[in-house]
Nanobody, 121 residues
Framework: QVQLVEYGGGLVQAGGSLRLSCVAS????????MGWYRQAPGKQRELVAA???????NYGDSVKGRFTISRHNAENTVSLQMNSLKPEDTAVYYC???????????????WGRGTQVTVSS
């Protein structure tokens, strides 16, 4: 079983910054991609940013140039630095990893419980 614990989040004024972190633990052979998704009330969950095991990044169009994703492979950690935040960034942010577990040697998708980010205008 793989557990994801998210840190960070909270309330910030427009133009401010926040940093989210997520730590993966449990029986893990290797983590492939790691990333962040978000879901605002009444909207579908959307990709914010993702990073491959080799460091290749992918960002949602609405956050390009403002958010930066990074990972620390040795610590199974992924972080999201969010700058120039806007009210429309308000959402619950979910950590996501694609990990191979030893029981099956297959990869599965895992999700954190989510952390609230609220940007006031």
């Amino acid at each position: 079983q793989v557990q994801l614990v998210e840190y960070g989040g909270g309330l910030v004024q427009a133009g401010g910054s926040l940093r989210l972190s997520c730590v993966a633990s449990g029986s893990i052979v290797i983590i492939n991609s790691m990333g962040w998704y978000r879901q605002a009330p009444g909207k579908q969950r959307e990709l914010v940013a993702a990073i491959s095991s080799g460091g290749i990044t992918n960002y949602g169009d609405s956050v390009k140039g403002r958010f930066t994703i990074s990972r620390h492979n040795a610590e199974n950690t992924v972080s999201l630095q969010m700058n120039s935040l806007k009210p429309e960034d308000t959402a619950v942010y979910y950590c996501n990893v694609d990990a191979v577990i030893p029981m099956t040697m297959k990869n599965y998708d895992y999700w954190g419980r989510g952390t609230q980010v609220t940007v006031s205008s």
